[in-house]
């Protein structure tokens, strides 16, 4: 199957700081990259959808100017949580879809980042 | 109501039982359905893809219900490398398309 790659796989920060991270595609390409947030023995909540060349759309409730969210080319998406607090200490996982794959829905999780904002 | 809803469990089963999971989704206009897995601190892993038919992979099989908006996972003789998060996620087109996540079944299988 299709290989998603994320980095770095956990960050610990001050309050205050950004942090950046990236979601990148590595044996197809990308349109569409999901971003997704998931607290402790929680579901996966869908953050926002990245699609390259364009803004991404985000769900309700996210702010989009405190996450970041970039798709500039078809294998790269990066999230940037700015001005982090400890309340967005969480596990983010960003996954795509291989439109390559004649008519599958599925997508291809990379394997998250944990952040702990201190 | 929540679009996709299952049962938390934990469902604790003894090794080599057969344990079912459901789930219900809420928007008529779904088209695609799976189960994943998710480990302990892992990212979600494709289970099985539900088709209308039903399907049967190995010892899993997954059942669709579309009348009652209703998916079933079947596990027969479970093994200890079973116990995981089991997520039913629902695919909506309707709008722009995006997966929507249960809560998730917790399995735990024991020896």
């Known amino acids: 199957g299709a290989v998603v790659s994320q980095h770095p796989s956990r960050v610990i920060c001050k309050s205050g700081t950004s942090v950046k991270i990236e979601c990148r595609s590595l044996d197809f390409q990308a349109t569409t990259m999901f971003w997704y947030r998931q607290f402790p023995k929680k579901s996966l909540m869908l953050m926002a959808t990245s699609n390259e060349g364009s803004k991404a759309t985000y769900e309700q409730g996210v702010e989009k100017d405190k996450f970041l969210i970039n798709h500039a080319s078809l294998t790269l998406s990066t999230l940037t949580v700015t001005s982090a607090h400890p309340e967005d200490s969480s596990f983010y996982i960003c996954s795509a879809r291989d439109l390559g794959t004649s008519g599958s829905d599925e997508q291809f999780f990379g394997p998250g980042t944990r952040l702990t904002v201190l | 109501r929540k679009e996709v809803e299952q049962d938390p469990g934990p469902f604790n089963v003894p090794e080599g039982a057969t344990v079912a999971f459901n789930c219900t989704y809420s928007n008529s206009a779904s088209q695609s359905f799976f189960w994943y897995r998710q480990d302990c601190r892992k990212e979600p892993k494709l289970l099985m893809s539900?088709?209308?038919s039903g399907n049967e992979d190995g010892r899993f099989t997954a059942q669709l219900n579309r009348a009652s908006q209703y998916i079933s996972l079947l596990i027969r003789d479970s093994k200890l490398s079973d116990s995981a998060t089991y997520l039913c996620v629902v695919n909506t087109t309707s709008g722009t398309y995006k997966y929507i996540f249960g809560t998730g079944t917790r399995l735990k299988v024991l020896a």
């Open positions: 539900v088709y209308s």
